[in-house]
């Protein structure tokens, strides 16, 4: 079985789901990491601050009521994603190995 290596640039395909909350939200992190996803996220969080958190009173004062994040990326068997392998996420890909399968882009 070869490894993840610990640099570059590898693309991942979920074989399956895991059934423990912080293996699927490990996972979810990592898909949020990808060069697209992180372009979306950041559109959606200027549109968030600027145009969907509301002032509204309460208790006679002004009270911001924030809209809440959106959820962009699904975790299923299947999905794909490419990021940017760095030793800080290494241990993060080690822990969540079992369910991945990953292919180096050359």
Known sequence: MSTIPSTGTVTFTIKSVPQTDGGFRTIERLMR????????????????????????????REWLVRARCTRLVRVAAGQSFTIQVTPQISKDLASVAKYLDFKSAK
């Not at 697209?36 to 006679?60: D, M, S």
């Open 33 to 60: 990491l990808e060069r697209g996803a992180q372009r979306i996220l950041k559109k959606l969080q200027h549109k968030r601050v600027t145009q969907l958190n509301e002032w509204r009173p309460r208790a006679g």
